[in-house]
C-alpha cells in the first residue's frame, strides 16, 4: 500500500513530466501553471504580473536582474528575489493600494533561470528549488534547512528516466511511470564522509521524506504511548517493552497481543503473543512493525482480588465490631 506521501510524489513526478514537457516546447503558460506559490524567485526568472486595473503592469514580461530586482511602471523598482511567489504578490496587492481599491494579483513564471527541483513532505521548508550548478542531496538539504523533528529518517529521490537512471545499486525503476527512485538513510549520510548515497541532484527530481513511523503500546504498561522506530524497519517487543518501562503487576503476559494494521482496510489483525515465554528466551521474539499496537491486558485474577479488596475493606470495621460483641 502506498503512502500519502507516496501517492503525491507520484503526483509531482507526473506534473513535473508535463513542465519538462512544456519547456521543451517552449510553452510558457503551461510552465507557469505548474509552479506552486512556494518557488523562491532568483535573478534571471522571467514573470508576468497580472493585476487588475493596472494596464500598465498587467500581462507583461518582467526579468529579475543581477541584484534581484525588478523594474515596474508606477512602483519602480521592486525587489522580487530571495521571494517566494506568494510573498511577492502579497507585497505587490499592500503596494498596489495606494492605486487600486482592492487590487488582485497573480505572479506566474514563465522562465526558469534554471531547473527545478521538488522537495514535498516533512522538511523545514518543503518546496520548489532551484538547481543552480552540481548540487549534492547533502548540499540541498542544509540548503533548505534540512528536516522536521518528526521526519522519518529515510529520504525518497524519484528521477525521470530522460535524465538517466539514478546510479545507485539498491534504486528501484518503475517502467511504467518511466522513473527510478532509491530510499537513502540519513544516518548513512551523517556517519561517511563521501558516502555514495550523497548523489547529485539533476533537474525535476522529487525529493521526499514521511513523518517518522511510530509502533504504539497500551495496556498494563509502565509507560504507554508511541516510540519512533526512526531509521529501523522494526523493532523487536523485548526493545518496545525496555523502552515502556516493562510491565506492570497487574499485566496479563500470557494474553499480550498485537494489533496490525490490513493492507487497503481500517480493519486490524489480532496477533496472540505469550510475553512471558518471549522475555524467558523460551520462544523467538517477535517483530513490530510500523503503526503496530501492542496491547497488554490486566490479569482478571488481580481484577477480582482488586475488586473484592475495594468491596471488602470498607466492611473490616463493622466486621471487627461485631466479633468483638
Known sequence: MRSPLSRIAIIVMAAVSEVASAVAQQNPAAVADMIRPTYVLGPGDQIVIRANEMEDISDKPFRIDADGFINLPVLGKTRAGGRSVQELEADLVERLKMFVRTPQVIVTVVQFRSEPVFFVGAFKSPGIYPL???????????????????????????????VGKIPLANAIEDPVAKVSS????MGSLRENVNPAEDIALQPFDVVTVERAEMVYVNGELGKVGAFELGERDFISIAQVLSLAGGLTKNADAKKARILRPVMNTSRR???SIDLTKVLKG??????LLPNDVLYVPRSRKNQVW????YVAIPLIPTLIFLAIR
Open 269 to 271: 489483525a489480532e496477533i
Open 306 to 309: 482488586s475488586t473484592v479488596g
Open 132 to 162: 543552480l550548478g552540481r548540487r549534492t542531496l547533502v548540499e540541498m538539504l542544509a540548503s533548505i534547512g534540512g528536516l522536521q523533528p518528526n521526519a522519518s529518517r529515510r529520504i525518497k529521490v524519484t528521477r525521470r528516466d530522460e
Open 182 to 185: 532509491v530510499e537513502i538513510s
Open 282 to 287: 523460551e520462544t523467538n521474539d517477535f517483530p
